[in-house]
């Protein structure tokens, strides 16, 4: 993350003794990344996080890429979708996947997980499309809502408590690579500039430390290479009395991104949110179209010579498209052109703003589709162009 944060009791000097009302010591741990190079977080928990009870047998938890879908321009239609199965890691169904990030839904029958989840495999970025709860976390109780994209930084440990009414459906996307800020965006300490989309406002860290002191039997599944780790401990891995660093989980709404225009149709870098290895992704939010008065506010037909693009469609009316509804996927591959569908190019002249949003993930490695994505693929599509 940008910028320092800290919560809840911490020793005055990192690496000395603090010690607990029962005279013992809190149990220090620095979560590091890039060795000891990248940002970290220094924790104190009430008990051995080494404490291990049982180690269960681990579950198979990949997915297989569907080969024969080949290079087609591609819309998997998964707005019908209303459970995807039925608790959090059940149900995260990846769609698309690439050796640096995997994208996928999620919209679980039980609301509360009963267990906590580590993914030591990747970050992930959770992106909530609909529904509203709490992520409760070592580093504490983040609230979060619709239209929040949620970044959890590898091996942090958690839970998701999602209020029992109204729809769940949340777009995840995991990250072989750390997910950040956009670095242009960054000055030379990480602030966030006066051009960036965002500010460091718009980030909501966890605003609540949530410490869970009791004892008792605590399963953390653990995703690592292909397979869900089962590990028992005999406290709540959330015993943390406090903690400071720049590593944590963290909020920002896509309610919050501030769209840039211009006179002439500007290019997908504008909408850039995150960047991490291999992929950006982007918001395409609310905005007034371009005001050049000969201006064609739709987009030019482009060729991706080095990517791949998906959008995912969130809300609103998409004006380049047609037969694309909230909840649509489209994965225009590297290799072929794509463009405004016929009609909308000469529809979009005059218009004066945008009600969309929508989740763009481009990648510079070419993406497969997995074998769950055939069921939702829309075979009409690659010759949509054609009237
Ligand atoms: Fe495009």
Redesign the pocket.
């Known amino acids: 993350m940008a910028y320092y944060h800290r919560m809840g009791n911490i020793p005055p000097k990192r690496h000395t003794q603090f010690r607990q009302p029962d005279g013992s010591l809190y149990k220090e741990e620095v979560v590091s990344s890039k060795g000891f190079s990248g940002i970290y977080s220094t924790l104190y928990h009430i008990n051995n996080p080494n404490e291990v009870t049982a180690i269960g047998k681990p579950k198979p938890y990949s997915w297989k890429a569907a080969t024969e879908h080949g290079l087609k321009q591609t819309h998997l239609k998964t707005s019908n979708v209303e459970f995807t199965g039925d608790d959090y890691l059940s149900a995260r169904r990846n769609l698309m996947m690439n050796s640096d990030v995997m994208m996928g839904i999620c919209s679980p029958r039980q609301r509360k997980m009963d267990y906590y989840f580590k993914n030591a495999d990747g970050d992930e970025l959770i992106y909530v499309h609909d529904g509203e709860g709490v992520m409760y976390s070592q580093f504490g109780k983040l609230e979060v809502h619709k239209g929040d994209y949620i970044v959890i930084p590898r091996t942090t440990i958690y839970r998701f408590e999602f209020e029992e009414k109204g729809p769940l459906r949340l777009l995840i996307i995991e990250s072989f690579g750390a997910i950040e800020t956009v670095k242009r965006y960054r000055n030379e300490v990480g602030q966030l500039l006066e051009h960036s989309p965002y500010c460091e406002r718009d980030i909501r860290p966890p605003h609540e430390l949530h410490v869970e002191d009791k004892k008792g039997e605590y399963l953390v599944q653990i995703k690592k290479q292909g397979m869900l780790h089962q590990y028992s401990y005999g406290h709540s891995p959330l015993d943390i009395v406090g903690w400071d660093g720049y590593l944590y989980p963290y909020a920002l709404s896509i309610y919050d991104f501030e769209p840039i225009t211009g006179r002439i149709h500007q290019p997908p870098p504008v909408h850039q949110t995150f960047q991490a290895w291999g992929f950006v992704i982007c918001s395409f939010v609310p905005r007034l179209f371009d005001y050049h008065p000969l201006s064609i506010p739709a ?1 030019y037909n ?1 060729s991706n010579i080095d990517s791949d ?1 998906v959008l995912y469609y969130a809300e609103g009316e998409f004006m380049s498209r047609k037969g694309i509804d909230r909840g649509s996927f489209t994965l ?1 591959m590297g290799g072929l052109p ?1 463009g405004p569908h016929p009609g909308t190019v000469e529809k979009s002249i005059g218009a004066k703003a945008t009600d969309e949003y929508a989740v763009m993930l481009d990648t510079f490695k070419s993406l497969q589709l997995t074998t769950d994505a055939l069921a939702f693929v829309d075979e009409n599509y690659p010759m949509s162009w054609t009237e």
């Open positions: 987009p482009h693009e225009h794509h």
